[in-house]
């Protein structure tokens, strides 16, 4: 028996919590250290454990994986959540990528100064309405099927529920002009190891509170 992915990050989403998403969509157990203290980034750094100097980090197969996009990438590979051929695989990167971008705004707004969260709420939810979520809701009309992509579940279906409950908890009724959108969320919120993540208790973490945000920013800077 391998042991269990292993996550080092704050305990809080920011770039680990798609691979959180990931791993429970699989149905795959991990476990967390969590970084406290700006020093318990410092011993990361000099043990040789983080490439590039940065978290997150994912112990996993005898690797110690660094950047988000290539512990999605291999998490999804070994999974069996990349598609079935490489042009499906070109259509969930595609998708993907724009959610990473999406996904960016959503995930900063939290840590914004005060003088400038009104203006960066505005724009979030302008891309999220105008730019974003349109798109996902021509995919799933031209497709026709239940997922993105194919006619199986794929990362690009585990981010994109992910990303669209962090906007439903900035707008509520950020959905209501989308009614393919509305159906895909109730479907893949049903998929068995999502809906266990989706429970009080699971791994997942929830939206970072004001009170938080110091101490975040203490660990990195």
């Known amino acids: 028996m391998s042991a269990k992915p292993k996550l080092h990050y704050f305990d809080g989403r920011g770039r680990m919590e798609p691979i959180r998403w990931l791993l429970a969509a699989a149905g795959v157990e991990f476990e967390e250290s969590y970084l406290e203290k700006k020093e318990d980034l410092t011993k990361l750094r000099t043990d040789g454990s983080l490439l590039f100097q940065q978290v997150p980090m994912v112990e996993i197969d005898g690797m110690k994986m660094v950047q988000t996009r290539a512990?999605?990438?291999y998490i999804s590979t070994k999974y069996n959540l990349y598609g079935k051929d490489l042009k499906e695989r070109a259509l969930i990167d595609m998708y993907v990528e724009g959610m990473f971008d999406l996904n960016?705004?959503?995930m900063t707004h939290g840590y914004q100064p005060a003088e400038k969260k009104e203006e960066h709420y505005a724009n979030m939810i302008d891309k999220t309405e105008n730019r974003y979520f349109p798109v996902f809701e021509k995919?799933?009309?031209d497709h026709g099927k239940d997922f993105l992509v194919?006619?199986?579940l794929s990362r690009a279906d585990v981010q994109l529920l992910e990303i669209i409950l962090m906007a439903e908890e900035w707008k509520?009724?950020?959905l209501a002009k989308f009614p393919l959108l509305q159906s895909f969320k109730a479907r893949i919120s049903n998929i068995p190891t999502i809906k266990k993540f989706l429970q009080?208790?699971?791994?997942r973490k929830p939206l970072i509170r004001?009170?938080?945000?110091?101490k975040v920013i203490k660990i990195f800077y």
Do not use: F, R, T, Y
């Open 150 to 152: 194919g006619n199986q």
């Open 71 to 73: 512990i999605a990438n």
């Open 139 to 141: 995919v799933l009309k």
């Open 172 to 174: 509520p009724n950020v």
């Open 210 to 214: 004001e009170e938080d945000v110091p």
């Open 104 to 106: 960016e705004l959503l």
């Open 200 to 203: 009080p208790g699971s791994q």
